[in-house]
């Protein structure tokens, strides 16, 4: 789950992470008030959506003068909000962040993950902040500097100390490096206690005054641990996620929306990625990632179906079902009643393995739908991808 920047900033705070002074407001006429509340020599009203590169893409306004501030509210509040994080759709603002301005000496980019390779949390910082970090491991990878975790012992001053130094910051600001090695302890300690993914500051600021800043925040929570934080799922805002992913959360189902045009159903989440690799060799695309569960009943099925077909982009469905703990005539069956309740128009490939795999078949083609069965899953993904945007005779 991912949060708002004023969120973070909230929870960077609560962990001793500082801040400029700021607030949340979610109609433009508040500005007025919290602007004068604020009363700061530099007013800074941002977009606040589930994306970066808000700057270049108008989403971040600076004012001197606290007139400006609720026209700024006004002009960003409502408006579709276009950056190379959101897509070409963009996305609506819905709340605005009315901040105090920093004065900025020196920009660094700092976050903290977990790294796959190692299985540990990594810091990884720069000195180029601002910039997209994957930009700057492209063009000056030596800039990126890391620093592995070991989470038996958590965070020590040592390592505050190699990335301090490793990032030249003695040389920059000597005043900061304090404050810097104490933030990292506070990141990481929020990160452990919040079951965190991934938190990032970019920028991470020096300001004119040598102080520390965080003036933006990412912060995204492993879903599997959300159960634990109340707190954080509270700050969840499903304005900013996928309606299909949230109806899928609803019925246990483990959807991902994609660009193409394959709806695929699959009961496992090893067999559906090698689906969708095997779709992609047969010459299309997957329309999504959807793992019904090594359990999947006639319900979860059904569920399914309706979500795959309300991506308007589906030209085709391919099920692909192991029958390991479940049984394939219960998921022919499944798939028997939906169609016939949701009234499928497009082409369905549905392959069948494992347990009562040919009673499944047997069933699929004697229920008069018109459903192609397979047996082999290469057969089956040619098959579809012939098939997409065809429409069904009969
Ligand atoms: P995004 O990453 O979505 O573009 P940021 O929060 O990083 O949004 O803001 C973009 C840029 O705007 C920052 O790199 C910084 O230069 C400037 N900025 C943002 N917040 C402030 C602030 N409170 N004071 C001064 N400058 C700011
Ligand atoms: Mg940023």
Redesign the pocket.
């Known amino acids: 789950m991912n949060i708002h920047?004023f969120q973070a900033k909230q929870l960077f705070a609560q962990f001793g992470v500082p801040v400029?002074k700021g607030k949340e407001i979610k109609s433009a006429r508040a500005a007025e008030k919290w602007a004068a509340a604020l009363d700061t020599p530099?007013y800074?009203v941002?977009a606040q959506i589930h994306a970066?590169?808000?700057?270049?893409a108008g989403?971040?306004k600076?004012t001197k003068n606290r007139d400006e501030v609720p026209g700024l509210a006004q002009e960003l509040m409502g408006k579709t909000l276009v950056?190379h994080q959101t897509g070409p759709k963009g996305r609506k603002v819905r709340r605005l962040l009315i901040?105090?301005?920093?004065g900025?000496d020196k920009?660094l980019y700092l976050s903290l993950l977990v790294d796959r390779d190692t299985g540990r949390p990594v810091f990884i910082a720069s000195t180029e902040g601002?910039m997209e970090i994957e930009e700057v491991a492209e063009k000056t990878p030596e800039k990126v500097i890391r620093e592995t975790i070991d989470p038996a012992v958590g965070f020590q001053a040592y390592n505050g100390r190699n990335l301090a130094f490793a990032l030249g910051l003695p040389a920059i600001e000597k005043a900061v490096v304090n404050p810097f090695i104490q933030m990292l302890g506070n990141l990481y300690r929020l990160f452990m206690e919040k079951n965190a993914s991934m938190v990032e500051i970019?920028?991470l600021v020096i300001t004119t005054e040598k102080t520390l800043i965080a003036?933006?925040g990412k912060v995204s929570f492993d879903d599997c641990a959300l159960f634990k934080h109340t707190d954080i799922q509270a700050l969840r805002d499903l304005h900013e996620e996928e309606p299909m992913e949230i109806e899928a959360g609803k019925h246990n189902l483990n959807y991902v929306k994609l660009d193409g045009d394959i709806g695929c159903m699959v009961n496992g989440a090893g067999l559906a990625m090698a689906t969708m690799d095997v779709i992609k060799l047969a010459g299309a695309e997957p329309a999504n990632f959807l793992d019904v569960g090594g359990g999947a009943t006639k319900e979860t099925v059904a569920a399914g179906f309706r979500i795959l077909l309300k991506d308007k982009k589906v030209k085709g469905i391919f099920i692909n079902i192991f029958g390991g703990i479940v049984r394939c005539e219960r998921i022919a069956n499944g798939v028997i009643e939906a169609s016939k309740e949701v009234g499928i128009k497009l082409p369905v490939v549905v392959r069948l393995q494992g347990t009562n795999a040919e009673e499944g078949r047997k069933l699929l083609l004697e229920s008069g739908l018109k459903v192609d069965v397979a047996t082999d899953l290469w057969e089956a993904a040619q098959k579809i991808v012939a098939m997409k945007g065809k429409k069904k005779k009969g």
């Open positions: 920047e400029p530099v800074v941002k970066g590169g808000r700057g270049k989403g971040v600076i950056t901040e105090e301005g920093a900025i920009e601002g970019n920028p003036l933006d």
